[in-house]
T-cell receptor, first 114, second 114 residues
Framework: GQQLNQSPQSMFIQEGEDVSMNCTSS?????WLWYKQDPGEGPVLLIA?????ELTSNGRLTAQFGITRKDSFLNISASIPSDVGIYFC??????????????FGKGTLLTVNP | NAGVTQTPKFQVLKTGQSMTLQCAQD?????MYWYRQDPGMGLRLIYY???????DKGEVPNGYNVSRLNKREFSLRLESAAPSQTSVYFC?????????????FGPGTRLLVL
């Protein structure tokens, strides 16, 4: 099946630093999504990307849909303690009909030291 | 809008017991999903329902059954629980149209099978 390689697996940074994480795949995706999961909660959508080359921001977060359609990255600028959590990428290929299944990366655990 | 709700939040079962995890969404979404999340494994799709009246297997369906009761509700049943089914279970829903897939997740059910 399809697999997403998400890296790094974990990051430990100081408050104020910038963060970058990415996902790569051997398959082409039509959509890339980035989610954040806080401890004890479900994943929450941060950014959705629908076109190759698309660059989208959400506050201090910026994500890009790779030109090859096989990768995406997420940047967080000027990190703050509440950025702590697990970040997941997810890719979607059109499986036909009205349903579009997602493939998830294994997540990047971000720890921010105040 | 409550979004996606799940019950129960926590459950402890003995091996061989059965239980049903409930999920409901109030966003009038067509598609609903059940995932399990295990440490280091990311989110894996168990079953999904593209629309009311249809269900399909995902990546890890063995040991589970589902019912799409109506457009709002999608339940997951463990007929004979096994310790390998200890996990956090997430329900999600999406509009599922036009190739723009955005899944919204519930808060999760934490299940321990002894």
């Amino acid at each position: 099946g399809q697999q997403l390689n998400q890296s790094p697996q974990s990051m430990f940074i100081q408050e104020g630093e910038d963060v970058s994480m990415n996902c790569t795949s051997s398959s082409i995706f039509n959509t890339w999504l980035w989610y954040k999961q806080d401890p004890g909660e479900g994943p929450v959508l941060l950014i959705a990307l629908y076109k190759a080359g698309e660059l989208t921001s959400n506050g201090r977060l910026t994500a890009q849909f790779g030109i090859t359609r096989k990768d995406s990255f997420l940047n967080i600028s000027a990190s703050i303690p509440s950025d702590v959590g697990i970040y997941f990428c997810a890719g979607q290929r059109n499986s036909g009909g009205s349903n579009y299944k997602l493939t998830f990366g294994k997540g990047t655990l971000l720890t921010v030291n105040p | 809008n409550a979004g996606v709700t799940q019950t129960p939040k926590f459950q402890v079962l003995k091996t061989g017991q059965s239980m049903t995890l409930q999920c409901a969404q109030d966003m009038n979404h067509n598609s609903m999903y059940w995932y399990r999340q295990d440490p280091g494994m990311g989110l894996r799709l168990i079953y999904y329902s593209a629309s009311e009246g249809t269900t399909d297997k995902g990546e890890v369906p063995n040991g589970y059954n589902v019912s799409r009761l109506n457009k709002r509700e999608f339940s997951l049943r463990l007929e004979s629980a096994a310790p390998s089914q200890t996990s956090v279970y997430f329900c999600a829903s999406s509009e599922g149209w036009g190739g723009r897939e955005t899944q919204y997740f519930g808060p999760g059910t934490r299940l321990l099978v002894l």
